[in-house]
């Protein structure tokens, strides 16, 4: 009778142990050669990006301190063993907090950054930690290049030495695999912008990590023209005190066509290169992204209201609710009413 007691005891642990672990998000591993994974963890409001080719893996920030654990247990099942680079693009909170629990956690083989005069506790942790794990120091160079498995990354920013601003010393970095190209700028602000359309490095790109979490301090028209993506991704939390992202560069990427994806509405977000295509996969994948060509309005079963696919009120429909329309007259028709909000 206790034996059976016990094992009930067991299942039952079992069972609630699993139903709150975490499930990673199911990216189908490419068996090509020429792959190149990027994934935009959700780290809240702040950056971590983790690049993989052929099982060499290069980490890009890792939010807060308080998503250090977050970010290890996403490396974890990812089957990260070692990082053959980390990248603390500057030191902020919000980008290099979770890097010395990373650090600390796992085998770390080059570290790059940019040296500012920043003398923050955060910071100076996550220098203790390269110091104190031996990893390689590496300052920052623009042009210089590096290989991640068959694919290759490139130093674009910054171009200065000093800057008033920290978020102006973002480390950007362009990885390329085969045709495709993808382009990170940390929290480069318009200024460092400048300085990058300047220089004669090809700052094209088919996916751009939106400038400082969609912030208009950063992704001026002229920047947005000369990457000139297919696909933008922005970090950052819902309802944030910053309000990130904001309008004005929403609407400039809509108006440029720009297909966007953000992790306060779309969850972690994974994008897969086999170096001549890329697919997008995520969290919310019931939430399609932010796409000014296919996606008009959206509806919601339930309250039969209609909304334009950018207001939040779209975000929140539940996805057995929601229901697409090509057009304002489509949806008038089949009886929604439009969002009082968004006016579509
Ligand atoms: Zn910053
Ligand atoms: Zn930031």
């Not at 247990?73 to 290099?96: F, G, I, M, Q, W």
């Not at 695999?177 to 200024?191: P, Q, R, S, V, W």
């Not at 809509?254 to 994806?261: F, K, R």
């Not at 207001?311 to 007259?329: H, P, Q, T, W």
Request: net charge negative.
């Amino acid at each position: 009778m206790k034996k059976t007691l016990v094992t009930l005891m067991c299942t039952l642990l079992a069972f609630l142990l699993c139903s709150c672990s975490y499930i990673p998000l199911e990216v189908p591993t490419p068996d090509y050669n020429g792959e190149l994974i990027v994934h935009f963890i959700d780290v809240g409001q702040g950056d971590s990006i983790l690049l993989e080719s052929q099982n060499e893996f290069m980490l890009i920030d890792a939010g807060e301190a308080e998503y250090g654990s977050t970010v290890c247990r996403y490396l974890e099942n990812n089957d990260v063993k070692t990082l053959s680079y980390v990248v603390a693009t500057h030191p902020h909170s919000d980008h290099c907090g979770g890097l010395t629990e990373v650090i600390n956690s796992f085998e770390c083989e080059n570290f790059i950054t940019v040296e500012t005069d920043q003398q923050t506790k955060t910071w100076l942790n996550v220098l203790y930690a390269v110091k104190n794990n031996n990893v390689n120091y590496i300052d920052a160079k623009v042009g210089t290049t590096y290989t991640l498995g068959n694919s290759s990354f490139q130093i674009m920013g910054p171009h200065s030495n000093y800057y008033e601003d920290y978020n102006n010393y973002s480390v950007v970095i362009k990885a390329t695999c085969g045709k495709n190209t993808f382009l990170f700028t940390g929290d480069a602000e318009i200024l460092s912008e400048n300085e990058m359309l300047d220089y004669t490095l090809d700052l094209s790109s088919d996916v751009l990590k939106v400038g400082h979490h969609g912030s208009s301090t950063s992704s001026s028209y002229k920047f947005l023209s000369a990457v000139s993506p297919q696909y933008a991704v922005i970090s950052c939390a819902e309802h944030n005190d910053y309000g990130h992202p904001h309008n004005e560069v929403v609407s400039r990427l809509n108006n440029m066509g720009i297909s966007t994806y953000r992790t306060d509405k779309h969850g972690t977000v994974v994008a897969t290169s086999d170096g001549n295509n890329i697919e997008f996969y995520c969290d919310n994948s019931h939430i399609p992204p932010i796409d000014p060509k296919t996606l008009s309005y959206l509806g919601n079963k339930n309250s039969k209201k209609f909304h334009l696919s950018t207001c939040s009120g779209a975000m929140d429909i539940n996805k057995y609710n929601l229901v697409r329309f090509s057009s304002r007259e489509e949806a008038l028709s089949k009886g929604y009413s439009p969002c009082k909000a968004c006016n579509p």
